[in-house]
């Protein structure tokens, strides 16, 4: 499967903890993206970074959150003394860049906080 | 800021008939759209995109009609099968990478 990939799938923690998802972009897509999703709504941007580069970040990713792509391949994110507004679906997608710049979405990461 | 809106949250179709989801956007700067589909507990899928130097854009079983003078967008899906019910979400860039997505629309398929 050449697809996004995400681990893990689901992912329960008590408040305070703290958890790292992981994605695996398209081989040779450049960009990478994360984003939030809850129920009900429309994903929301967090981050994303061209290679190894982390370009832009929303003001949703508050100091708790941090994300990485050392080598420019797979990236982490990671979620520091977790709160229950956290609980979400957390969605990674990658892209080649321009000119086509259409993301392709992986199967998310659940995190429930309880 | 950009907003992305979507006209009804649901809506309902009977299998083989044509679907027109509708979308409105408020960024004059957006230069690309994308149409999105989501099934229960799964990532987005890409079903077509468009740019804003195009009016119209077909795929298998969808069209995409991009209207810049009125900020809108429409997904048209010919046939409608069950397998396309799900969540479908339009989403936008401006002059970032990010894509801004709306609440979405849910489309049921009646057999």
């Known amino acids: 499967d050449t697809g996004v990939s995400q681990n893990p799938r689901h992912k329960i923690t008590k408040r305070g903890q703290n958890v790292t998802f992981r994605c695996d972009p398209i081989s040779e897509h450049n960009r990478l993206y994360w984003y939030r999703q809850t129920l009900g709504q429309g994903p929301e941007f967090l981050t994303y970074f061209q290679n190894e580069a982390q370009l832009e970040k929303s003001r949703l990713l508050s100091d708790r959150f941090s994300a990485e792509r050392p080598k420019g391949s797979f990236s982490t994110l990671e979620i520091q003394r977790t709160e229950q507004g956290d609980s979400a679906m957390y969605l990674c997608?990658?892209?080649?860049?321009?000119?086509?710049?259409?993301?392709?979405f992986g199967p998310g990461t659940r995190l429930t906080v309880t | 800021g950009e907003s992305v809106g979507l006209h009804l949250p649901t809506l309902s179709v009977q299998e083989g008939d044509n679907s027109i989801i509708n979308c409105a956007y408020s960024n004059s700067a957006s230069d690309y759209f994308i149409w999105y589909k989501q099934e229960s507990g799964k990532g987005p899928q890409f079903i077509i995109d468009i740019r804003s130097n195009m009016d119209k854009r077909q795929g298998q079983r969808v069209t995409v009609l991009l209207n810049k003078t009125v900020k809108h967008l429409s997904l048209q899906i010919a046939a409608t099968q069950p397998g396309d019910s799900a969540v479908y979400f339009c989403a936008t860039t401006g002059t970032a990478s990010k894509l801004t997505f709306g609440t979405g629309t849910r489309l049921q398929v009646t057999l």
């Open positions: 997608a990658s892209s080649p860049g321009r000119p086509r710049d259409e993301q392709y």
